[in-house]
């Protein structure tokens, strides 16, 4: 028999659905902004997902403590969305993946300790964090949201979390969106400054 929670953690776990998110996330961004090629995107996110994929995979098999695997994972998913914003952020491409990339690697930073010191759930932090962002930069995206929703409800019931812990999990993804794009849209208008002055 299929067992519906298990399901739903592993399609929200942010180490599944990032890499899965990922490609979409590319093309839509290609699609709507329209720069570089398809074929460079999408090589790029093969890449990229494949080094994820790697780490994660090695990371899992290791016959170590679960707490520290789920921190080493969290280490190496930083490590993948460091790239993927350094890689778009070099080529000038889709502003829409460079912020959803910086997003996922500072809710990462954000998680890190918070799951040391408050025993706060990366599952909930990173797919609320990333989604919110996206459902804030294009409307048709807020369709997305019912996946961090289904994901607290997984903490809850799967994982064993208390409703303190998630809720504090959803306050700081809010917090995180927030930060980045508020230092986004200040860093534009900076370059936009500069560039005017020139």
């Known amino acids: 028999m299929i067992d519906a929670f298990r399901l739903a953690d592993l399609a ?20 709507w902004d329209g720069g570089g090629r ?25 016959p170590i403590d679960g707490s520290l695997v789920n921190a080493l994972q969290g280490v190496a998913l ?13 080529f000038d491409w889709s502003p829409l993946v460079q912020g959803w990339a910086l997003v996922a690697a500072v ?15 990366g599952g909930v932090i990173v797919p609320t964090a990333t989604l919110l962002y996206l ?13 961090p929703a289904l994901r607290v409800v997984v903490s809850v019931m799967r994982e ?5 812990d998630v809720l504090a ?22 370059m936009l400054a500069v560039s005017v002055r020139h």
Do not use: K
């Not at 809710?107 to 759930?121: C, D």
């Open 12 to 31: 929200t776990q942010p180490r599944f659905l990032l890499p899965i998110l990922f490609p979409v996330m590319a093309y839509l961004g290609w699609r």
């Open 107 to 121: 809710s990462i930073v954000a998680w890190l300790p918070a799951r040391t010191v408050f025993t706060l759930s």
């Open 169 to 190: 999990a959803l306050c700081l993804a809010v917090g995180v969106v927030a930060f980045v794009l508020i230092g986004w849209s200040a860093d534009a208008d900076r």
């Open 38 to 62: 398809l074929r460079n995107h999408l090589l790029a996110v093969l890449g990229i997902d494949v080094v994820g994929s790697l780490l994660a995979t090695v990371l899992e098999s290791q």
């Open 78 to 90: 930083l490590v993948v969305a460091v790239i993927m914003y350094t890689v778009w952020r070099r």
């Open 160 to 164: 064993g979390y208390g409703v303190f």
């Open 135 to 147: 459902a804030t930069q294009r409307r048709v995206l807020a369709v997305l949201l019912p996946i």
